[in-house]
């Protein structure tokens, strides 16, 4: 284990989590106070128009993936990124105008939403696999774990920020807070050092580049097994706000203020969380199956549990492996891709994590309803226990073909370099 802070030494990286820290607050104070003026502005307390906003706003990430990962191997992703960064500013600063003056309506709101989500889309892949040029290869585990960090750390102080400044100010000036926010990003990219960034090679014109990213994960059986994983975990494990929120009302007979706390515990596991895998010199397999058999049995825990005392207690549990298994699984897929099918892959990372809640938070919410919240709440431990059943066939798959070298084949050859053709890149075995 080293400093989880190394990656803290490369200029350019810290330009980057500096930038990003500032601008993932902002994020988090515009979609608090976006719901804000949703439900008490311009709805009377509409659910649905807040649950339509939202879906407007992550449905381009899910459709758009073959063109979002193809556009950040294609393009560099430095001036991606501005470009990106400097369309959510100007969609923020045109929210908050028309909020500021009154003339916002809800079709506004809707309209904005889909503009956001489809310049998000662009970012999430830049972003991610942008981590790669900012630090060399062996800090890229710390680099992504420095990210969760911050991202978490945002998600705590977001909220409560917009909460006391829409009460003092108006949910307007949060808004337009926000769009001054990602000047922090822009200029953070724009102070970087060029000629200390890890330059990537890029995707030339080839026959199949939009499902050469998909291709590759298919032949490759570590990438399949992760990917899958994260699909179960995210559909299945990720509805903790369900869990918090159910047990602490309905079983617990808590309130407000109980729920609150409830809530922070879990964000502070997602922090030591974040901090541990950030240590880790290499992001492992080992680590992602052994966090998910862990979050399995954290969440029978916590359905188990006879007071909000030990509930909260395993929620710290669930807290730290869910930001671990996050966390190693975004680091593993990076550096096990080559770097002209980062993108594309990373697209395919953030679909299924954006995805998989999408699917999975209605059959909890149902179960939750129909059968009690303690149900619900073991039905989630099947979003840890999979995955690790998962990897557990597939190490046992993997070890009846060994090689006379002892090291393991995680996938065959022709189809790997199948993909890297595709990609534009030269046929060479899949890294193991």
């Known amino acids: 284990m080293s400093s989880p802070f190394r990656s803290l030494r490369v200029l350019n990286y810290r330009l980057w989590f500096a930038g990003a820290t500032v601008s993932n607050i902002g994020t988090w104070m515009q979609r608090t106070a976006q719901d804000w003026i ?10 649905v128009a807040v649950g339509i906003t939202t879906a407007l706003q992550f449905g381009p990430v899910l459709v758009l993936t073959p063109l979002t990962g193809l556009a950040a191997d294609v393009f560099d992703r430095r001036r991606l990124l501005l470009a990106t960064q400097t369309a959510m500013a100007a969609i923020g600063a045109l929210f908050a105008a028309l909020v500021l003056t009154g003339a916002v309506e809800l079709w506004m709101v809707y309209s904005l939403a889909v503009a ?13 696999s942008f981590v790669s040029e900012l630090v060399p290869t062996s800090l890229i585990s710390n680099a992504v774990g420095l990210n969760a960090t911050s991202f978490t750390v945002a998600r705590l102080a977001g909220p409560a920020l917009a909460g006391l400044l829409t009460a ?3 949910a307007g000036w949060v808004l337009l807070i926000n769009a001054v926010t990602f000047g922090a990003t822009i200029t953070g990219i724009l102070a970087m050092r060029r000629s200390e960034l890890h330059a990537q090679p890029r995707s030339p014109r080839a026959p199949g580049r939009l499902r050469a990213g998909l291709l590759y994960v298919s032949s490759r059986g570590d990438l399949a097994v992760v990917v899958v994983s994260a699909l179960v975990f995210g559909a299945i494990g990720t509805n903790l706000p369900i869990f918090v929120a159910t047990m602490s009302t309905v079983e617990f007979g808590l309130g407000p203020t109980e729920f609150g706390i409830l809530s922070s515990v879990v964000a502070i596991g997602s922090v030591i ?3 541990a895998g950030a240590r880790r010199e290499r992001a492992r397999l080992s680590a992602i199956a052994a966090s998910a058999l862990v979050f399995g049995l954290g969440a029978i825990g916590c359905a188990l549990s006879p007071n909000a005392w030990v509930f909260g207690a395993f929620l710290v549990v669930l807290g730290f492996t869910s ?10 897929l990076q550096a096990a ?4 099918l980062r993108g594309r892959v990373m697209a395919i990372y953030i679909a299924v994590v954006l995805g998989g809640p999408t699917l999975g938070a209605p059959v909890i919410g149902f179960i939750a309803t129909a059968a009690g919240p303690r149900w619900a709440t073991a039905a989630g431990a099947l979003g840890g226990l999979i995955p690790a ?9 993997a070890s ?5 070298s002892s090291r393991v084949e995680v996938a065959p050859a022709v189809p790997a370099a199948r993909a890297r053709r595709a990609a534009g890149a030269p046929a060479s075995s899949p890294r193991r």
Request: hydrophobic share 55%.
């Open 389 to 397: 059943l998962l990897f557990a066939l597939w190490w046992v798959r």
């Open 168 to 170: 003092a100010i108006g």
């Open 400 to 404: 009846r073909a060994t090689v006379a």
């Open 323 to 332: 930001l671990v298994i996050m966390n190693t699984t975004n680091a593993y």
């Open 38 to 47: 949703v439900l008490t502005e311009l709805t009377d307390h509409d659910a």
């Open 337 to 340: 891709t080559p770097p002209e």
């Open 273 to 275: 969380g974040a901090i």
């Open 116 to 128: 956001l989500g489809v310049a998000s889309a662009f970012d999430g892949p830049a972003r991610q």
